[in-house]
């Protein structure tokens, strides 16, 4: 099963519309969708605009491919859980968010095992058609490691405010 989730804030019509037409070629694919505020409306695929956290934690436990926009927070569950994810970052210029924080996401993530970073919806297509031989990155620890915790306090203390994608980023290079 694919699960494809696009955070709960902002819709991403590109993306689900992206996986909604990659279902309807794989009809022998179980593909679930937790879609958000879409104006895009599924049609090959189950969809709903939020799970709650329980039901979901269960079908993040259950796919054996994530497919989402570029949150940390899904990137993260995806390490935990040792799940290969394919990551789409919302794109600012093309108004699916507010800043390019995404866009610098992929770039940061996207080369690290298990995490697969779509350039564009045909790239993306391309990833979901070689799903079967994606491997998933080694699971990463729910408990925070000590260099992380480190390099949390190291900022509050020089008051140099950092990215929490690049002390994500540094934590799991590290590791």
């Known amino acids: 099963?694919?699960?494809?989730?696009?955070?709960?804030?902002?819709?991403?019509?590109?993306?689900?519309?992206?996986?909604?037409?990659?279902?309807?070629?794989?009809?022998?694919?179980?593909?679930?969708?937790?879609?958000?505020?879409?104006?895009?409306?599924?049609?090959?695929?189950?969809?709903?605009?939020?799970?709650?956290?329980?039901?979901?934690?269960?079908?993040?436990?259950?796919?054996?491919?994530?497919?989402?926009?570029?949150?940390?927070?899904?990137?993260?569950?995806?390490?935990?859980?040792?799940?290969?994810?394919?990551?789409?970052?919302?794109?600012?210029?093309?108004?699916?968010?507010?800043?390019g924080h995404q866009i610098s996401t992929v770039e940061q993530f996207g080369n690290l095992p298990g995490i697969y970073a779509a350039r564009d919806e045909q790239h993306l297509i391309e990833l979901m058609n070689r799903r079967d031989l994606m491997g998933p990155a080694s699971r990463l620890s729910a408990d925070a490691p000590p260099e992380f915790l480190d390099h949390i306090r190291e900022c509050v203390a020089s008051a140099r405010p950092m990215p929490l994608w690049r002390l994500l980023w540094r934590a799991i290079r590290d590791r």
């Open 1 to 99: 099963m694919i699960l494809l989730s696009v955070g709960t804030q902002l819709p991403f019509d590109r993306l689900v519309k992206s996986v909604d037409q990659w279902a309807a070629a794989h009809p022998e694919v179980e593909v679930i969708a937790q879609i958000g505020p879409s104006r895009y409306v599924p049609k090959a695929m189950d969809a709903c605009d939020f799970f709650d956290p329980e039901h979901f934690r269960e079908l993040q436990e259950r796919c054996t491919l994530m497919v989402s926009h570029a949150g940390v927070g899904s990137i993260v569950n995806a390490l935990e859980l040792g799940k290969p994810i394919i990551i789409l970052g919302r794109d600012h210029l093309r108004n699916e968010h507010r800043n």
